[in-house]
């Protein structure tokens, strides 16, 4: 989760390749690569990496805002595909639109390269603290 930090192994397997913006602010943006390897026919990107690279920004912003001392889990996720993701920079945003002592309401959206829209989601997550070993 450090920006500074190698990624772990989920973040390689969803193709991080920086982050932006890693939430503090309650907003998070971070570049993923979208790769051949992540598609089905034709060249588009399978939904789950849509699903996992919104998700992730989500839970970002809620990891960076309580300073790395709660995780969001999620309760439900509700992901809106608009156009094809194509292997290449994709864009995901997150943001918290609402937050309680033990739920958080969770938005985002990805973007390709020029700044189309290519997925909106929005989520609800039980707030969960983060062990420390």
């Known amino acids: 989760m450090n920006k500074h930090a190698a990624p772990d192994a989920l973040d390689q397997s969803l193709g991080l390749e920086r982050v932006v913006d ?13 790769t051949a390897a992540m598609c089905h026919s034709g060249g588009v990107v399978q939904g789950g990496f849509v699903t996992g690279w919104i998700d992730a920004a989500m839970a970002y912003a809620v990891i960076a805002q309580s300073q790395q001392s709660q995780s969001p889990l999620s309760l439900e996720i509700k992901v809106s595909f608009l156009k094809a993701a194509s292997p290449g920079l994709v864009i995901a945003e997150g943001w918290i639109a609402k937050r309680g002592r033990s739920i958080a309401f969770l ?16 989520s609800t997550a039980k707030l969960i603290a983060i062990r420390r070993e």
């Open 22 to 34: 890693p939430g503090g602010s309650g907003r998070s943006i971070i570049h993923y690569r979208a």
């Open 107 to 122: 938005e985002g959206r990805l973007l390709d390269e020029n700044g189309e829209l290519l997925a909106t989601a929005s």
